[in-house]
């Protein structure tokens, strides 16, 4: 069965991960910028390893150069998300890409972003919201203008605060102060964890960081006694299968451990990260997890809750889009 219009419920989106190579190749040669080098010859994204794929993705984003193309990246985004029956969707935001961690510029950035999640949620019924992402390898200093962007403009639109890119640079501890400003502002917390990190990593960041979500969180399977904790915790994980698969952060899907750790109850739910990069879709991701572990309607129905109980949103919108 296609899965392309079931309703489905997206947690872990990165924006500019998003964007279809097409448009990033429409941008560059308006600003006439050589990007020759990141695409394929079939014209996707290129590159060897997880390493490479944050070079590439960074390398993608030099034509991202205001506000006006993070309004027409977002319309890009959503179109896509849209068309593979995603109702209502969370993506990562980078100040470190919207003007360098300035306040005054990621303002007008972000205004950007929203006006055109409005306008998709009025043209395509489907709602955004935003959180903003520190990059991890960029070191616990940027974090910090980070954090003091998303403390400055949390509210209806940018709810929550994260961490991506490299995960094994630093310890998860050094990144604290980011994550207790945007604590205590207000905002909801997810960290990227136990993509490429192991148990030391997940367990580190539970209790230096306390997100209430993990993005990825996979190789939490490695320790019994820390999924019996994640279970307790009622911590939720934001589980990208075909990512992991094409990063070769799991096994084949067949090897993939979503199946194992929610039969272990743990709240897992499932997003594309990356589509473009990944060469996946929402669609794509349902489809092969019918295929891998016969997963069905009941089954999709149960993640979309799960990912809706665990949403950065207010309970009126979470009504609307249920
Ligand atoms: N940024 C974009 N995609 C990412 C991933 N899969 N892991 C860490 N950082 C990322
Ligand atoms: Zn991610």
Known sequence: MSWQSFPKVELHLHLEGGAPPAFIRGLAREKNIDLSGIFSDTGGYAYRDF?????????????LQGPEDFYRLTLAVLEQSAAHGVVYSETF?????????????????LAAIEAAADEAEATLGITLRGI??????????????????????????????????????????DFAWAFDA????????TCHAGEWGGPDMIAETVSHLAPSRLGHGINVIH??????????????????????????????????????????????????????FFHTTMTR??????????????????LNQTALDAAFCDAETKEKVA
Not at 135 to 155: F, S
Not at 242 to 261: E, K, Q, R, T, Y
Not at 286 to 295: A, D, K, V
Request: hydrophobic share 40%; glycine share 12%.
């Open 93 to 109: 935001l980078s100040p470190d890409f919207c003007g360098g961690g300035d306040l005054s510029a990621w303002r007008e950035y």
């Open 132 to 173: 903003v992402t520190c990059i991890r390898h960029l070191g616990p200093d940027q974090a910090r203008p980070a954090a003091r962007c998303a403390a400055e403009t949390r509210g209806r639109f940018l709810t929550g605060f994260g961490m991506a890119g490299g995960e094994m640079v630093g310890r998860p501890g």
């Open 223 to 276: 320790d019994d006694a820390l999924v019996d904790k994640v279970v307790e915790d009622g911590l939720v994980l934001e589980v990208c299968p075909g990512s992991n698969v094409f990063l070769g952060a799991s096994g084949d899907w067949a090897d993939h451990p979503i199946a194992v750790l929610r039969d272990r109850g743990v709240k897992v739910t499932v997003s594309t990260d990356d589509p473009p």
């Open 285 to 302: 991701e349902f489809e092969m997890l019918e295929r891998t572990f016969g997963w069905g309607e009941e089954d999709f129905a149960a």
């Open 182 to 189: 945007a604590r205590e502002a207000g905002l909801e917390l």
């Open 51 to 63: 390493d490479h794929f944050l070079k590439i993705y960074e390398a993608a984003c030099t034509v």
